[in-house]
């Protein structure tokens, strides 16, 4: 068994080596071709992503209180860019350590600092980034900071969702039951209201529009 799937993976990578020849020259060439890479992977037979080979230059960056909405935007706005979502929340949900600073100013630069990272992959990928997360402004400066060291040109939209605080509790309380965020809903946006957010910002009241329409907004710019 172990025999039989070395040369598996042996001809694979003979399959490989032969499709980079085809348009990089000899083996060993100092020319800087760049190999064509099978649309499927010669090891796993599975179908590669269609990637663009020009890198996409638009980031857009949501913050918002819990339940405002931010998901459901990012990924309207994704899906009509033919783009990526980061959630941030995935990055401190994996962290079990008890010292972790939750909540603090120091876990938004160490969310930031992912979120540039895994940023540059998806726009190098061709793909226009939104970026979902409860930013305050010291958070969403150092992101924008960290995207722009890596691409100054790169086109950033920063958007402040809010929305009056029943309809925000009540668009909380239609998500499941684990995503709720109940009381912090009040804590938070209360938090976000009273920041000094950067000219560059757009604080945009969702009460009563519909998720098309707040997306024709964000691309009014």
């Given at each position: 068994?172990v025999?039989?799937?070395?040369?598996s993976?042996?001809?694979?990578?003979?399959?490989?080596?032969?499709?980079?020849l085809?348009?990089g020259?000899?083996?060993?060439?100092?020319?800087?071709?760049?190999?064509?890479?099978?649309?499927?992977?010669?090891?796993?037979?599975?179908?590669?992503?269609?990637?663009?080979?020009?890198?996409?230059?638009?980031?857009?960056?949501c913050?918002?209180?819990?339940?405002?909405?931010?998901?459901?935007t990012?990924?309207?706005?994704?899906?009509?860019?033919?783009?990526?979502?980061?959630?941030?929340?995935?990055?401190?949900?994996?962290?079990?350590?008890?010292?972790?600073?939750?909540?603090?100013?120091?876990?938004?630069t160490?969310?930031?600092?992912?979120?540039?990272?895994?940023?540059?992959?998806?726009?190098d990928a061709?793909?226009?980034v939104a970026?979902?997360?409860?930013?305050?402004?010291?958070?969403?400066?150092?992101?924008?900071?960290?995207?722009?060291?890596?691409?100054?040109?790169?086109?950033?939209t920063m958007?402040?969702?809010?929305?009056t605080?029943?309809?925000?509790?009540?668009?909380?309380?239609?998500?499941?039951?684990?995503?709720?965020?109940?009381?912090?809903?009040?804590?938070?946006?209360?938090?976000?209201?009273?920041?000094?957010?950067?000219p560059?910002?757009?604080?945009?009241?969702?009460?009563?529009?519909?998720?098309?329409?707040?997306?024709?907004?964000?691309?009014?710019?």
């Amino acid at each position: 068994m172990v025999d039989a799937t070395f040369k598996s993976v042996a001809r694979g990578m003979h399959a490989a080596k032969e499709e980079m020849l085809t348009v990089g020259g000899h083996e060993g060439s100092t020319f800087h071709h760049y190999p064509r890479i099978p649309n499927h992977c010669v090891f796993c037979g599975m179908d590669r992503p269609n990637i663009s080979s020009e890198p996409a230059n638009r980031v857009l960056i949501c913050t918002g209180a819990c339940g405002v909405g931010k998901s459901t935007t990012t990924r309207a706005w994704a899906k009509k860019h033919h783009g990526a979502i980061i959630d941030c929340d995935f990055f401190t949900e994996w962290i079990y350590d008890p010292e972790f600073p939750h909540w603090q100013p120091e876990e938004e630069t160490f969310v930031a600092s992912l979120t540039a990272k895994v940023a540059r992959h998806y726009l190098d990928a061709g793909m226009p980034v939104a970026i979902d997360n409860v930013w305050h402004a010291a958070g969403l400066e150092k992101l924008e900071t960290l995207l722009r060291k890596q691409r100054p040109n790169l086109r950033v939209t920063m958007i402040h969702l809010q929305c009056t605080l029943p309809e925000n509790q009540r668009r909380d309380h239609e998500r499941v039951p684990g995503d709720r965020m109940n009381e912090r809903v009040a804590i938070v946006r209360k938090e976000l209201d009273e920041e000094a957010w950067p000219p560059q910002v757009r604080t945009i009241d969702t009460t009563h529009l519909s998720v098309s329409e707040l997306i024709a907004v964000i691309d009014e710019e």
